[in-house]
């Protein structure tokens, strides 16, 4: 007879507790990874909902992305266009403004000039009688006045006499500058600019000083010069000094033209000679020796040696006995100037002078 078993209630009991979570376990996961998959369902039909709008809303924008592209693009351009004629313009105005700065000074310059030039000539008018009385060979050796940096006399020995006086000016293109860099920058500017010079209105004045000294029984003629020789005033006849507005006309017509071109002495003194009658006082206005003779040069450029040349042979067609007062500007790269004009002056019995910079 075989042994039977002992019933173990424990046994029986800790597997009926095993099965029972066991069973508690898979129906939990099987509970969540239902609901899982249904939310992962419910979430996957909303982003492709949104994608697919999405690339609906892509898919219509294109055509307007690449229009509004192109009107960027047109944009850009019209403010580059926008910005270059902003600067176009700002030069402009600054250019004009320069100009019209320019015009005012000159205006108020020649407005001035006009207005002492009129004193003068009336002044002369009401001494006529009395200048009378003076002796020829008194006049125009009294103390000159100049105004300046406060009121100064100056006792410059220049003889303002004579029957025919003729006033030289230099009109060549180195009477822009004393410098050679300067000269050719100015020479590329605008006529009025060049006019605005402070060299060649410092000549004007001067020509404008020896007017307003020339006796009031004297005739007197005002040329310009470069390479060739022009009158500035209405002919190349003597005018007498009591006609004030031939005066006047005269310095307007020198300061309505800027010096330009070379320099000729030899045509200056052939046309002294073809003067009826010759001159017997001239006041020559000078800054350099010349560059030339009667005719143009063949090269373009002319040596130290080369102006002596010139000055040599122009010395020889200088009339006889009549004295030559030179006022010189000196400028630079012509250190032979000043020597020769000095001589000049003294060998045909005149004055040399190499004024301040601030006269007359």
């Given at each position: 007879?075989?042994?039977?078993?002992?019933?173990?209630?424990?046994?029986?009991?800790?597997?009926?507790?095993?099965?029972?979570?066991f069973?508690?376990?898979?129906?939990?996961?099987?509970?969540?990874?239902?609901?899982?998959?249904?939310?992962?369902r419910?979430?996957?039909?909303?982003?492709?909902?949104?994608?697919?709008?999405?690339?609906y809303?892509?898919?219509?924008?294109?055509?307007?992305?690449?229009?509004?592209?192109?009107?960027?693009e047109?944009?850009?351009?019209?403010?580059?266009?926008?910005?270059?004629?902003?600067?176009?313009?700002?030069?402009?105005?600054?250019?004009?403004?320069?100009?019209?700065?320019?015009?005012?000074?000159?205006?108020?310059?020649?407005?001035e000039?006009?207005?002492?030039?009129?004193?003068?000539?009336?002044?002369?008018?009401?001494?006529?009688?009395?200048?009378?009385?003076?002796?020829?060979e008194?006049a125009?050796?009294?103390?000159?006045?100049?105004?300046?940096?406060?009121?100064r006399?100056?006792?410059?020995?220049?003889?303002?006499?004579?029957?025919?006086?003729?006033?030289?000016?230099?009109?060549?293109?180195?009477?822009?500058?004393?410098?050679?860099?300067?000269?050719?920058?100015?020479?590329?500017?605008?006529?009025?600019?060049?006019?605005?010079?402070?060299?060649?209105?410092?000549?004007?004045?001067?020509?404008?000083?020896l007017?307003?000294?020339?006796?009031?029984?004297?005739?007197?003629q005002?040329?310009?010069?470069?390479?060739?020789?022009?009158?500035?005033?209405?002919?190349?006849?003597?005018?007498?000094?009591?006609?004030?507005?031939?005066?006047?006309?005269?310095?307007?017509?020198?300061?309505?033209?800027?010096?330009?071109?070379?320099?000729?002495?030899?045509n200056?003194?052939?046309?002294?000679?073809?003067?009826?009658?010759?001159?017997?006082?001239?006041?020559?206005?000078?800054?350099?020796?010349?560059?030339?003779?009667?005719?143009?040069?063949?090269?373009?450029?002319?040596?130290?040696?080369?102006?002596?040349?010139?000055?040599?042979?122009?010395l020889?067609?200088l009339?006889?006995?009549?004295?030559?007062?030179?006022?010189?500007?000196?400028?630079?790269?012509?250190?032979?100037?000043?020597?020769?004009?000095?001589?000049?002056?003294?060998?045909?019995?005149?004055?040399?002078?190499?004024?301040?910079?601030?006269?007359?």
């Open positions: 007879m075989a042994r039977r078993r002992r019933f173990n209630a424990f046994s029986l009991s800790f597997l009926d507790v095993m099965s029972c979570g069973g508690a376990v898979v129906l939990i996961f099987l509970i969540i990874e239902h609901s899982t998959d249904d939310d992962v419910a979430v996957s039909r909303d982003l492709l909902a949104e994608i697919r709008l999405l690339d809303e892509i898919e219509s924008g294109r055509p307007d992305l690449a229009e509004l592209q192109e009107r960027i047109e944009l850009k351009r019209q403010i580059a266009e926008a910005r270059r004629a902003r600067m176009s313009i700002v030069e402009d105005a600054e250019r004009r403004r320069d100009e019209l700065d320019d015009l005012e000074a000159l205006t108020i310059a020649e407005r000039s006009l207005e002492q030039l009129k004193t003068d000539v009336e002044t002369r008018e009401e001494e006529v009688d009395r200048l009378r009385a003076i002796e020829e008194n125009g050796r009294s103390a000159i006045f100049v105004e300046g940096e406060g009121d006399q100056y006792l410059t020995g220049l003889f303002v006499g004579g029957s025919h006086i003729l006033i030289a000016l230099d009109a060549s293109a180195s009477m822009l500058d004393a410098s050679i860099v300067n000269i050719i920058r100015r020479r590329n500017m605008p006529v009025e600019r060049q006019l605005q010079s402070p060299k060649w209105r410092r000549a004007v004045r001067t020509v404008e000083w007017t307003a000294q020339v006796p009031i029984d004297s005739q007197f005002i040329v310009r010069f470069n390479t060739a020789v022009e009158s500035a005033l209405p002919s190349e006849a003597w005018y007498d000094t009591t006609d004030a507005n031939v005066m006047s006309d005269a310095i307007e017509a020198l300061g309505e033209t800027p010096p330009g071109g070379g320099t000729s002495l030899e200056l003194f052939d046309a002294m000679w073809r003067m009826d009658p010759v001159p017997d006082n001239v006041f020559l206005i000078v800054d350099s020796l010349p560059t030339q003779g009667a005719n143009a040069p063949r090269r373009a450029t002319v040596t130290g040696r080369q102006r002596m040349s010139h000055y040599g042979d122009a020889k067609r009339p006889p006995n009549v004295p030559v007062n030179v006022i010189m500007f000196p400028m630079e790269g012509d250190p032979l100037a000043p020597a020769a004009y000095w001589s000049l002056a003294q060998n045909t019995g005149g004055v040399y002078m190499s004024p301040s910079e601030d006269w007359p």
